[in-house]
């Protein structure tokens, strides 16, 4: 096992909404997420890694007040991205980390199916 | 700055051949490496994992590691055209689970 699911797979709407995206593990527990970015043929940005019951710690560059993340229960992170725009249009993925795979702390990261945001 | 670097690509290589797929990375305490492979519109899939120097096999797939090199390769036999895709190295770049990826080397197999 190492299922990590994502919802919803694709978003159309318009600018100044604001969109949730879900994240969830659901054969094991995740203390961290990951949530990243991805521009067409481009690789995988990381804008922030999500840690359950406290804040999430963000990468250079990231606006924490535009996402905003929640990892209120271990199989469960959301990211929100506020107010969207299109420049936000973009491939955003999650993934997790199986505690029962790998070695010592790094353990190899299983990623949801992405979610596809379109802004107009 | 920790960087994974790849050969964009694209490889091509014939159906049922060898192809090779080259990483390598500048923090020299990394201690962890994996491969993903990334179809076109879709996320990432984990394929191989390897900690340790020397080579891991699983079925038609072969990582390398040299740590002193710095270097990490994936080696797929009898390539088919369904392994046409785009190939991520990751390197654990520190804190927990925490990675860096490549950019990724688009892979073409012809039949």
């Known amino acids: 096992g190492a299922v990590v699911s994502q919802h919803p797979s694709r978003v159309i709407c318009k600018s100044g909404t604001s969109v949730k995206i879900e994240c969830r593990s659901l054969?094991?527990?995740?203390?961290?997420m990951f949530w990243y970015r991805q521009f067409p043929k481009k690789s995988l940005m990381l804008m922030a890694t999500?840690?359950?019951?406290?804040?999430?710690?963000?990468e250079q560059g990231v606006e924490k007040d535009k996402f905003l993340i929640n990892h209120a229960s271990l199989t469960l992170s959301t990211l929100t991205v506020t107010s969207a725009h299109p420049e936000d249009s973009s491939f955003y993925i999650c993934?997790?980390?199986?505690?029962?795979?790998?070695?010592?702390?790094?353990?190899?990261?299983?990623f949801g199916d992405g979610t596809r945001l379109s802004i107009l | 700055q920790k960087e994974v670097e790849q050969n964009s690509g694209p490889l091509s290589v014939p159906e049922g051949a060898i192809a090779s797929l080259n990483c390598t990375y500048s923090?020299?305490?990394?201690?962890?490496f994996f491969w993903y492979r990334q179809y076109s519109g879709k996320s990432p899939e984990l394929i191989m994992s390897?900690?340790?120097?020397g080579d891991k096999e699983d079925g038609r797939f072969t990582a390398q590691l040299n740590k002193a090199s710095q270097y990490v390769s994936l080696l797929i036999r009898d390539s088919q055209p369904s392994d046409s895709a785009t190939y991520l190295c990751?390197?654990?770049?520190?804190?927990?689970?925490?990675?860096?990826f490549g950019t990724g080397t688009k892979l073409q197999v012809i039949p």
């Open positions: 993934s997790a980390g199986h505690p029962g795979q790998g070695k010592g702390n790094n353990q190899p990261q299983h």
């Open positions: 054969d094991f527990q995740a203390t961290t």
């Open positions: 999500s840690n359950e019951g406290s804040k999430a710690t963000y």
């Open positions: 923090d020299r305490v990394s201690q962890s």
């Open positions: 390897i900690y340790s120097n």
């Open positions: 990751a390197v654990n770049s520190g804190g927990y689970q925490k990675v860096t």
